[in-house]
């Protein structure tokens, strides 16, 4: 798969990640252009779409058992 899966993913880890992209601190061209114009309440919204969506994350919880 080449494409992330946003949907369901973590409003604030989203909204990080599109900062980054938008403000050159993460260097990804492609991404670079889509977000370039967005305003903070573009990314908070973005982030807040994606996130309520349902998805496939999972977390360690109840996984790792201990030695």
Same mark, same amino acid.
């Given at each position: ?31 670079? %252009?889509?977000?370039?114009? !967005?305003? @903070?309440? /573009?990314? +908070?919204?973005? $982030?807040?779409?994606?996130? %309520?969506?349902?998805?496939? !994350?999972? @977390?360690? /919880?109840? +996984?790792?058992? $201990?030695?």
């Amino acid at each position: 798969v080449i494409y992330p899966k946003l949907a369901g993913q973590y409003a604030d880890y989203l909204a990080r990640a599109l900062h980054e992209y938008r403000d050159g601190d993460r260097v990804n061209p492609i991404m670079a %252009a889509f977000v370039e114009k !967005l305003s @903070d309440q /573009d990314i +908070r919204d973005l $982030a807040a779409f994606y996130s %309520a969506m349902p998805g496939q !994350l999972v @977390d360690l /919880d109840g +996984r790792m058992k $201990a030695k």
